[in-house]
């Protein structure tokens, strides 16, 4: 079925104060049936970079940000726990491992501590989030008796770009982001 007609209850999207983010949390809320509930998660959610974010949490009540840094497990922990109490007795439908960073460098200045955050943000990140959000999503799936089937599934979205392609050679002239290439490669492998 179509976007269109997807039925969504619960959706938390990651890295939504901007870019690919903030337009999936914008999609949802144009839908013909939005989601009851939209979890928007960003660094800092108070902060100038989800201005926009806000503004349009103040206009929406279904749509609630929440603080999570990825490449952090306690944070991770904190906004599940935070999610699961919204959400009550019902379960999370859909996860969009949506927040990443590039590093703009270049192969021979790419050192190992850029490496290191990039991996933990754009690929360990991921499978945190996975871990820490598993029991939300288990309960979705199995969902509750009188809803409709397409609101009772649940799954995960690990969201990639055009950078990460090993096809593609894209914009290698101006950035190599050999790091972000790298774990967004092994986002896909997890």
């Not at 999609?27 to 806000?54: N, S, V, Y």
């Not at 439908?93 to 703009?104: D, E, Q, R, Y």
Request: net charge positive; aromatic share 6%.
């Amino acid at each position: 079925s179509n976007m269109a007609e997807l039925c969504v209850h619960s959706v938390l999207v990651t890295g939504a104060n901007r870019g690919l983010g903030l337009g999936f949390v914008q999609h949802f809320l144009r839908m013909p049936k939005p989601p009851q509930w939209i979890f928007a998660t960003c660094r800092d959610p108070k902060g100038q970079r989800a201005q926009e974010l806000q503004n349009l949490a103040s206009k929406h009540p279904n749509l609630v940000i929440i603080a999570l840094e990825v490449a952090n497990p306690a944070s991770i922990k904190a906004a599940a726990a935070k999610v699961g109490e919204h959400l009550g007795g019902s379960g999370l439908n859909l996860l969009i491992n949506n927040a990443g960073m590039v590093k703009s460098k270049t192969l021979d200045a790419e050192t190992l501590e850029d490496m290191t955050e990039t991996y933990t943000t754009n690929t360990t990140g991921p499978l945190l989030m996975g871990q820490a959000f598993l029991p939300l999503l288990k309960k979705a799936a199995q969902g509750s008796p009188g809803s409709g089937l397409s609101c009772s599934k649940a799954a995960i979205v690990n969201i990639s770009s055009i950078g990460g392609s090993i096809a593609s050679f894209f914009g290698w002239d101006l950035m190599q982001v050999v790091s972000y290439r790298c774990s967004k490669v092994l986002s896909h492998v997890l």
